[in-house]
């Protein structure tokens, strides 16, 4: 499996970012995928899934200013991030599971994790 996060960088409040994930070593179009961030001396947190079924799922934090989406072609996830907050600073990572709804990536034990890619937000 290979999860290859990138997009990340430097944005003042207020800004935007795109940030991509490439995948290979599962059936990409089989698999709900998802967003989770890690603050610096925080846990990780599930951010934003989108199912096989393209169902949607954003946790209340960043609903209305984050969108995730999917393109089965290229096996990538994107997470469009807008309005960004300084208190969205973390690094990103995407990653998946076979499972029908993508809410549940947030529950789910998930063992294996790439780089990530670091986003900074100043105010």
């Known amino acids: 499996v290979l999860l290859a996060e990138s997009g990340g960088g430097l944005s003042h409040a207020g800004g935007s970012l795109r940030l991509s994930c490439a995948v290979s070593?599962?059936?990409?179009?089989?698999?709900?995928m998802g967003w989770f961030r890690q603050a610096p001396g925080k846990e990780r947190e599930f951010v934003a899934g989108?199912?096989?079924?393209?169902?949607?799922y954003y946790v209340d934090s960043v609903k209305g200013r984050f969108t995730i989406s999917r393109d089965n072609a290229k096996n990538t996830v994107y997470l469009q991030m807008n309005s960004l907050k300084p208190d969205d600073t973390a690094v990103y990572y995407c990653?998946?599971?076979?499972?029908?709804?993508?809410?549940?990536?947030?529950?789910?034990?998930?063992?294996?994790w790439g780089q990530g890619t670091q986003v900074t937000v100043s105010s």
């Open positions: 990653n998946g599971a076979p499972i029908d709804q993508p809410q549940a990536l947030g529950i789910i034990p998930i063992s294996y």
């Open positions: 070593g599962f059936t990409f179009s089989d698999y709900s």
């Open positions: 989108i199912g096989w079924n393209f169902d949607l």
